[in-house]
């Protein structure tokens, strides 16, 4: 009898990363509805460093395999699939169960509480997935799932972003890059915050119109830029006071879309900013797979390339968090 084949995945078996480790398991077998995908790449979002710290507000069972990014091919199809016949190249939508309109309840994210992405092989509901950019190889496919459909959802669907619009983004991680992206692809100028004068320059070459230091006065910097009006949509990414000053940069009628709390969790700000801007306060819980889809058709007409800022190895995954953990401009991906 022969042995069965393997699955490489990366798991943690007591929380911190100093736990993570490679392991070996039998290659799963897709089930009625279920399509097994051959993972080529898979990138990493800061969730996956907090539920790997057990600080994310879930606590994941153990062992646990993070990840929730996934570009790969559709290696066997279950019974009743009809999506999907095999060898298709896909990416994972981040919110399973969540295919269009208002979020259903029972929806989750993938990599907690949802299949985790780190592995070689991976388990998906065949209605899980769709089908990746003709334009993008895995690595740059892998970053479309969560931080480029936040930034889309955001922007796009939610935000109805238009030619001659100005965007606010906080930062230059995945979401802030996406964001810039695609304020410059619908016509829009992008003002990019950051605290790092690399990342500005950096930022500045990728198309933003203006940068300003986190340090300075950039509501009034941005109010100044746009002749007063103020920006017509927001990344927020950093949060806690963050998003007071936010509001202060808001032009009347327009949208702050809260997508990070890295300065805390607390929403502070003048109700006073909000009611004269008469702002559309919205939380972000990325989006659906119709939008994913949409996304997908833009980026293959506009040529977009995702801002990649390192890739590793399947076996160099602890390296992979720690360059995710230090701040990257773009994202951190890990090929198979």
Known sequence: MSAPLLSRRWQITGFGRQHLQSAEVPVP????GQILVRVEAASLNYRDLMLTDNAYGWTPPLPFVPGSDLAGTVQAVGEGVTRWHGGERVVSSFMAGWIDGVMPPEAFALGGPGPGTLASHVLLDAQWAVAAPRTLDAAQASTLPCAALTAWFALAEQGVLRAGQTVLI??????????LQFARMHGAQAIVVSGAQDKRERALALGASHVLARDADW??????LTGGRGADQVLETVGGANLGRSLEALAQGGRLSVIGVLAGGEIRGSAYDTIRSRATLQGLSVGHRRALEDMVRAIDVNALAPVIAAEYAFDQVPEAFAHLERGAFGKVVVRF
């Open 29 to 32: 077998q897709p089930g009625p």
């Open 219 to 224: 509501p009034a910097a941005v109010r100044e």
């Open 170 to 179: 906080h930062g230059t991680g995945g979401v802030a890059l996406f964001g």
